[in-house]
Nanobody
Framework: VQLQASGGGLVQAGGSLRLSCAAS??????YGWFRQAPGKEREFVAG????????RHADSVKGRFTISRDTARNTVYLQMNSLKPEDTAVYYCAADARSLIWSSMADENQYDYWGQGTQVTVSS
């Protein structure tokens, strides 16, 4: 079982990127995106149930980022618009076999599987 995150890069402030998280070997019930900036703790960005019934976005990205999934491709996406320099971080996708409730999605300890991370750098 493997989670492969991709789509990071260097972009100017105000620009957009779309991150992808492809799962091989199985489909999970809940996926999450987290990020870690230099010198800071890892923080929750967004989460989604594979059923699509529930999504959650951190307040810091609400209205700018959108998490979604493509069942045919077994892939979860994070569309990031209006990027800011403070969005610069390594972004990680995570997954769990359980359908996490909304209040648990932001807890990284709830996720059993993690991808390798993809770097997002936003220049001012």
């Amino acid at each position: 079982v493997q989670l492969q995150a991709s789509g990071g890069g260097l972009v100017q402030a105000g620009g957009s990127l779309r991150l992808s998280c492809a799962a091989s070997g199985r489909t999970f019930s809940t996926y999450g995106w987290f990020r870690q900036a230099p010198g800071k703790e890892r923080e929750f960005v967004a989460g989604i149930r594979w059923s699509g019934s529930t999504t959650r976005h951190a307040d810091s990205v609400k209205g700018r980022f959108t998490i979604s999934r493509d069942t045919a491709r077994n892939t979860v996406y994070l569309q990031m618009n209006s990027l800011k320099p403070e969005d610069t971080a390594v972004y990680y996708c995570a997954a769990d076999a359980r359908s996490l409730i909304w209040s648990s999605m932001a807890d990284e300890n709830q996720y059993d599987y993690w991808g390798q991370g993809t770097q997002v750098t936003v220049s001012s």
